[in-house]
């Protein structure tokens, strides 16, 4: 199975824009066709991992063009994806997030509990939270999220807690009312 077959099992996943151009669709179907030929349990995991990320970005109800980014550089070095194709990966993942995010996230998640060593889990934490700090400031919802997500892939309370601290510069909850 083919990391599009894993974003199309959520409920299908996004076509070209309706304002793409023949040359833009077939630059789509190219890099899909490249994507489907990843290893099944990478290709899997993959689609797992972008849509967790997508779950912290979409935690205060607006992706911004930072946080996009950050997930497209994060899935690029984690991955080992050529630009294009991360970024075709994290469109789909957010995508499923907003269509479906309520009733698969704790589906995905389990998921990567049950396929991630403990290192990779606390990984995953990290991309998580610089994900929230992509815009400079991780809001309270924001940390919500990467809290339950935390719980859901089993990771310890005080190994969640450490890797917070190493964003603490970003966390809202630390800056004053009207500071930058």
């Known amino acids: 199975m083919s990391i599009w077959d894993h974003f199309t ?46 779950r912290v970005a979409a935690a205060d109800l607006s992706v911004s063009d930072e946080e996009t980014r950050a997930m497209e550089r994060i899935i ?11 970024v075709l990966v994290v469109e789909i993942a957010r995508h499923q997030n907003m269509l479906f995010g309520g009733t698969e996230n704790f589906l995905v998640t389990r998921e ?38 935390a719980s859901e892939l089993g990771v310890d309370r005080r190994d969640m807690v450490r890797i917070r601290s190493e964003f603490r510069g970003h966390r809202a909850v630390f800056r004053r009312p009207g500071a930058p």
Do not use: T, Y
Not at 15 to 42: C, F, H, K, T, V
Not at 76 to 86: D, I, K, R, S, Y
């Open 112 to 149: 990567l509990k049950a396929s991630a060593s403990p290192e990779e889990k606390e990984g995953l934490l990290r991309c998580l939270f610089a994900v929230g700090a992509a815009d400079d400031a991780i809001s309270g919802a924001e940390e919500g999220i990467i809290a339950q997500i």
């Open 9 to 54: 099992r959520l409920g299908g996943a996004p076509g070209p824009p309706a304002d793409a151009s023949p040359s833009d669709a077939d630059s789509i179907r190219r890099i899909a066709r490249e994507l489907d030929q990843l290893d099944p349990r990478q290709a899997r995991h993959l689609a797992s991992f972008a849509f967790v990320l997508s």
């Open 76 to 86: 690029m070095e984690q991955a080992g994806l050529p630009e294009e194709q991360a």
